[in-house]
């Protein structure tokens, strides 16, 4: 069977964060994805201006803080930001699939760094198995889960059917609610693991495989180098944007500046 892929990016205008005057080329972009050099047969891109305060804002009108109280805390409207992302890149999709009049039977998602520098190959189902890494895939329905903890799913790398990935999409509209029921918490790989477990696994006919048998994403793929940003941990890594100030006495929740 011929396998064709495609590509849909919802990412910045910008290269970095903290840095919009390095703008992003869209052609150039597109032309790194498809063919020889990135070996997608077609690649669709959607490049936004990143405004922080955007989000800071949204963050506020859904009652979040501007910086929850975990172990490793993180700023809650920077989260939103990022499921924006899968939102946006996985309605690329949906609207591709419309077009087409087919649906794809596979999806990942993933960051292109992770893509092009630290997923350095997959691994081939072990004997006895006579399945392709695509069909394992398939039938494991949905890889991302992570061997050491179960209950978190990696947020760089997942691969899966149709039906669990798009599910992804939803991330955004429910961050609020969940970031609550889960301890005021805004760990992506946590909200993703719930995410996919209501949506997905919970689903699937009896009997279910339990968490801690996997599928496990270790078994699939190999991503190596990857350093994290830890800065992004730190109370002073980003400051209220223009526009928004933080009100100490409502918890940390960003309120508009007068």
């Known amino acids: 069977a011929v396998v064709r892929y495609e590509a849909f990016v919802a990412s910045s205008t910008q290269h970095r964060e903290?840095?919009?005057?390095?703008?992003?080329?869209?052609?150039?972009?597109?032309?790194?994805?498809?063919?020889?050099?990135?070996?997608?047969?077609?690649?669709e891109l959607q490049l936004e201006p990143?405004?922080?305060?955007?989000?800071?804002?949204?963050?506020?009108?859904l009652g979040?803080?501007?910086?929850?109280?975990?172990r490793w805390p993180l700023h809650p409207h920077r989260v939103l930001s990022s499921f924006s992302t899968y939102q946006r890149a996985i309605r690329l999709a949906r609207r591709r699939e419309a077009?087409?009049?087919?649906?794809?039977?596979?999806?990942?998602?993933?960051?292109?760094?992770?893509?092009?520098?630290?997923?350095?190959?997959?691994?081939?189902?072990?004997?006895?198995?006579?399945?392709?890494?695509?069909?394992?895939v398939h039938a494991a329905g949905v890889v991302g889960r992570?061997?050491?903890?179960?209950?978190?799913?990696?947020?760089?790398?997942?691969?899966?059917?149709r039906e669990a990935v798009f599910s992804l999409e939803a991330l955004p509209d429910r961050?609020?609610?969940?970031?609550?029921?889960?301890g005021n918490q805004s760990w992506p790989e946590v909200h993703i693991?719930?995410?996919?477990?209501?949506?997905?696994?919970?689903?699937?006919?009896?009997?279910?495989?339990?968490?801690s048998k996997g599928p496990f994403i270790e078994h699939f793929v190999r991503i190596q180098g990857f350093h994290q940003n830890k800065d992004k941990y730190r109370a002073?890594?980003?400051?209220?944007?223009?526009?928004?100030?933080?009100?100490?006495?409502?918890?940390g929740v960003p309120e508009p500046s007068e």
């Not at 979040?64 to 975990?70: A, E, K, N, V, Y």
């Not at 903890?149 to 691969?159: K, L, V």
């Not at 693991?193 to 968490?211: G, I, M, T």
Request: positive net charge; hydrophobic residues 40%.
């Open 18 to 43: 903290l840095n919009p005057c390095e703008s992003v080329d869209a052609g150039e972009y597109a032309a790194m994805l498809v063919g020889e050099r990135g070996g997608f047969a077609r690649a």
């Open 50 to 61: 990143y405004d922080d305060t955007v989000f800071a804002l949204r963050a506020r009108d």
């Open 64 to 70: 979040l803080p501007w910086r929850d109280r975990m």
């Open 99 to 136: 077009a087409a009049g087919w649906t794809y039977d596979l999806v990942a998602t993933t960051r292109m760094d992770v893509a092009f520098h630290y997923l350095r190959y997959v691994i081939p189902p072990r004997p006895p198995s006579a399945l392709s890494w695509l069909e394992a």
């Open 146 to 161: 992570r061997r050491k903890r179960p209950a978190a799913w990696e947020d760089r790398f997942i691969i899966g059917r």
């Open 175 to 182: 961050f609020a609610a969940r970031f609550r029921q889960l």
């Open 193 to 211: 693991a719930q995410l996919l477990e209501e949506a997905f696994w919970d689903r699937q006919p009896a009997p279910r495989p339990q968490p």
């Open 236 to 251: 002073d890594y980003v400051k209220p944007p223009p526009g928004v100030r933080v009100n100490p006495a409502g918890g």
